[in-house]
């Protein structure tokens, strides 16, 4: 994971297997794994980014008592759509940041079942850039865990360069 030494393949890790469990029939998905076709931040693909923001999502919803199980499917699904803004693909018209967590949240839709928090985490993950809060915590942790991680992605460490809304929140959240 960006900016962790923890892999998934550690046996003895209990967090990663039990992570590895709840996102287990996401990552098996034909059109899930297409998802590794598509460039997300620079060096990474928009699979690892997804997965990047999940484990990220089930840490802190873990140790923050919310559902973390719903917090972490809503994480991997939150950019879960298939084409290139940058090459004119997207679907539907529109701004980026809107359009697309419509279309993960069509996605998610149609092959896993979409509980509040999910829909929540989904729908609501580009705040603040769009004007929607979520309103769930776990929504706002995904939200959160979104913009660490593509910090982390593009090169960026610590919270220095993040907005204060972003460093507030992962401070609260660590402590
Ligand atoms: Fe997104
Ligand atoms: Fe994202």
């Not at 929504?139 to 460490?157: F, H, N, Q």
Request: overall charge negative; aromatic content about 12%.
């Amino acid at each position: 994971m960006v900016g962790s030494k923890r892999t998934f393949t550690d046996v003895t890790d209990e967090e990663a297997i039990e992570f590895v469990d709840i996102v287990s029939d996401i990552v098996a998905l034909d059109e899930y794994q297409k998802m590794k076709n598509y460039t997300h931040h620079i060096g990474y693909t928009r699979y690892q980014h997804c997965l990047n923001v999940a484990w990220y999502t089930y840490l802190w919803c873990k140790r923050s008592g919310l559902n973390y199980k719903s917090a972490t499917r809503g994480a991997m699904l939150h950019d879960f759509y298939l084409y290139d803004q940058h090459k004119g693909e997207q679907p539907i018209p529109g701004r980026h940041v809107e359009v697309h967590p419509m279309v993960a949240l069509a996605n998610a839709d149609k092959y896993f079942e979409v509980d509040e928090i999910m829909y929540d985490c989904i729908t609501h993950h580009m705040f603040p850039s769009t004007s929607v809060r979520p309103v769930t915590m776990e929504g706002y942790i995904v939200s959160i865990a979104d913009k660490y991680c593509a910090g982390l992605e593009v090169g960026k460490t610590g919270v220095d360069y993040m907005s204060p809304y972003v460093k507030e929140a992962i401070k609260k959240i660590t402590e």
